[in-house]
T-cell receptor, first 116, second 115 residues
Framework: AQTVTQSQPEMSVQEAETVTLSCTYD???????LFWYKQPPSRQMILVIR??????QNATENRFSVNFQKAAKSFSLKISDSQLGDAAMYFC?????????????FGAGTILRVKS | GAVVSQHPSRVICKSGTSVKIECRSL??????MFWYRQFPKQSLMLMAT?????????EQGVEKDKFLINHASLTLSTLTVTSAHPEDSSFYIC???????????FGPGTRLTVL
C-alpha cells in the first residue's frame, strides 16, 4: 500500500519570504500522480499543484513550485513571496495512475502560518 | 469548471437519529465519488468509494451498516449516518471524479454535530 509522510506538523513564514513544505511517499508503482492541496479555514480543499511521475520537469503554478525527486520519493512544495492568504493546512497526496478514478492517499498535513 | 456541492453545510442532530448528506456534481457527471471524514487539524480519512449503479467500496474499519452510501445517479451520491452518536460528530467531505479532467474535485464539506 502507498503511504505519504509529511514530517512538519507546523511551519511559519514571514510575509514575502519563501517556505518549503516537505513530503515523502512510498510506492512500488512506476506511474502515479502527486498533488499538493490547500485547505484554508473555510475547509474547502483547493488543488495547488499536480505532478505526473513520468514527467521529469518540476511543476510550477505562479508562486508555487515543487521539487520532485522520483528516486528519493520526495515531493516538496516551495511557496515564494508568501502572502497572508497562503495561511492554511497543506496536504500532500498520492494517486495511482494504474486505475481509473483512483483514490487519493493523503499525508497528515502541515499547518502553514504566515506572519505579517 | 467542475463544481461539487454538499448539502447541508451544517447539521445538528440528536443521538440515535439518522442524518443524510448529499454530494452533487453540478456541471459534470461523476461515475465515482469519494467520502472522507476529517477531525480537527487532522488529515482526510477515506471512508468509502461510491460507484454509480453499484455498491460502495468501504475502507477497512468503516462500518457499512453505519454509514450508508447510495450513488443512484451520475450527479448525486448520498451518505446516511444511521443512529448517529456523539462520536460520529465530524467534518464530512465528498469528492467527485471528473473523467474529462482526470481529476477529483471536492465539495465544501458538511459539519455534523451529534448531541
Amino acid at each position: 500500500a502507498q503511504t505519504v509522510t509529511q514530517s512538519q506538523p507546523e511551519m511559519s513564514v514571514q510575509e514575502a519570504e519563501t517556505v518549503t513544505l516537505s513530503c515523502t511517499y512510498d510506492t512500488s508503482e512506476s506511474d502515479y500522480y502527486l498533488f499538493w492541496y490547500k485547505q484554508p479555514p473555510s475547509r474547502q480543499m483547493i488543488l495547488v499543484i499536480r505532478q505526473e511521475a513520468y514527467k521529469q520537469q518540476n511543476a510550477t503554478e505562479n508562486r508555487f513550485s515543487v521539487n520532485f525527486q522520483k528516486a528519493a520519493k520526495s515531493f516538496s512544495l516551495k511557496i515564494s513571496d508568501s502572502q497572508l492568504g497562503d495561511a492554511a493546512m497543506y496536504f500532500c497526496a498520492y494517486r495511482s495512475a494504474e486505475e481509473y478514478g483512483n483514490k487519493l492517499v493523503f499525508g497528515a498535513g502541515t499547518i502553514l502560518r504566515v506572519k505579517s | 469548471g467542475a463544481v461539487v456541492s454538499q448539502h447541508p453545510s451544517r447539521v445538528i442532530c440528536k443521538s440515535g437519529t439518522s442524518v443524510k448528506i448529499e454530494c452533487r456534481s453540478l456541471d459534470f457527471q461523476a461515475t465515482t465519488m469519494f467520502w472522507y471524514r476529517q477531525f480537527p487539524k487532522q488529515s482526510l480519512m477515506l471512508m468509502a468509494t461510491s460507484n454509480e449503479g453499484s455498491k460502495a467500496t468501504y475502507e477497512q474499519g468503516v462500518e457499512k451498516d453505519k454509514f450508508l452510501i447510495n450513488h443512484a445517479s451520475l450527479t448525486l451520491s448520498t451518505l446516511t449516518v444511521t443512529s448517529a452518536h456523539p462520536e460520529d460528530s465530524s467534518f464530512y467531505i465528498c469528492s467527485a471524479w471528473a473523467a474529462f479532467l482526470r481529476e477529483q474535485f471536492f465539495g465544501p464539506g458538511t459539519r455534523l454535530t451529534v448531541l
